[in-house]
């Protein structure tokens, strides 16, 4: 009976989002590059995305489109003992083993991303998600080498199965539109973290050890009292403290570097293994820079065995900053790229 009912909340949790519980092998076919499959939810036929030949990333990223042959691309990847078996063939390699795929730009269409969809053995390094994304199941993105998430998602419990077990991540951009809380993980590498939230929790900074500065939006109304309890972070709160709200006049900036009215931007540089960047006016490694504003170089990093190439604004090396015409329009982590001495 129990099995019964398993089976019976399965298919229902499923149809709910994309999967069905058909348990026959899918086609797949061959469009354009990309190999898909058919599939159904409850409102509407689409495809699920299951393999792509390396013609289709640009610059090592997987930008998935809205629609493939006609077809609205409602999913990301199979697996042969997962809800939508697959027949797999020699020609196609899975998305989960994709060796060339360093980053993932997710469409609107896709509200779910099955727990059959994993990176452990990938080189996915970014992903970049859409505000519609309601459900992660199993923490697919669980990668030695995720460093960068940005996510515009409607639900906390989404961001919290991203960053589970992702002890590389060094950048985090996420803005929750509701249930909105911060998840306190421990947190080594984190170097720049953006939000868009209403409330921070206790705890959350006390093991981000290497994240040098935060900007609270005006958007947050409540901080806990210990949320920076034991951080050395700096802080810059959008709002001047004569107008913040109630909900953060608890004593929870004793003892803290905080400046109010902060209206300008940090740009966080990652040496990425090299050598430290420090930057005199702030003693660590970032600078306050004014919208509009170019900002200066520091000396470039060193490292054994590297040779340094330039900043650029992601992990895949998709885009340079270019110090003589870039301006800042945001606050932004650039990171260094290196190439290996052979």
Request: hydrophobic content about 40%; overall charge negative.
């Amino acid at each position: 009976m129990k099995k019964f009912l398993c089976l019976i909340l399965t298919c229902l949790f499923s149809n709910v989002f994309l999967l069905g519980c058909n348990r026959d092998p899918y086609k797949i076919e061959k469009v354009d590059g990309y190999s898909i499959i058919k599939i159904r939810n409850r409102d509407a036929e689409g495809v699920a995305l299951v393999g792509v030949d390396d013609s289709n990333l640009i610059n090592n990223t997987l930008i998935v489109p809205e629609k493939i042959a006609g077809k609205t691309v409602l999913s990301l990847g199979c697996k042969k003992d997962s809800l939508w078996p697959v027949d797999y063939d020699e020609s196609t390699i899975p998305l989960e083993f994709n060796q060339k795929m360093q980053k993932i730009v997710i469409n609107n269409a896709i509200t779910v991303l099955p727990w059959s969809l994993r990176y452990y053995t990938n080189t996915l390094k970014e992903i970049d998600l859409n505000y519609f994304l309601l459900g992660i199941q199993a923490r697919p993105y669980v990668s030695e080498g995720l460093h960068g998430i940005s996510a515009y998602v409607a639900s906390a419990s989404t961001f919290l199965e991203l960053i589970r077990d992702s002890k590389q991540l060094k950048k985090i951009e996420i803005d929750v539109n509701r249930l909105t809380l911060l998840y306190s993980q421990d947190s080594t590498k984190l170097l720049f973290y953006k939000i868009s939230n209403t409330t921070i929790i206790s705890d959350t900074f006390e093991k981000y050890t290497s994240l040098a500065a935060f900007i609270i939006p005006e958007t947050v109304t409540e901080i806990d009292k210990n949320s920076f309890m034991n951080s050395t972070v700096d802080i810059y709160a959008r709002a001047e403290k004569e107008d913040i709200p109630d909900g953060m006049n608890n004593g929870w900036d004793n003892d803290l570097n905080v400046t109010y009215g902060f209206k300008d931007e940090i740009v966080v540089f990652d040496s990425f293994d090299g050598s430290p960047i420090v930057f005199e006016e702030t003693g660590k490694n970032y600078v306050v820079a004014q919208k509009g504003q170019k900002i200066t170089p520091p000396e470039a990093p060193a490292r054994d065995g590297y040779v340094f190439e330039g900043w650029f604004t992601d992990y895949v090396y998709s885009e340079e900053w270019n110090f003589e015409t870039d301006i800042v329009t945001d606050s932004t982590l650039l990171i260094a790229k290196w190439t290996e001495v052979k």
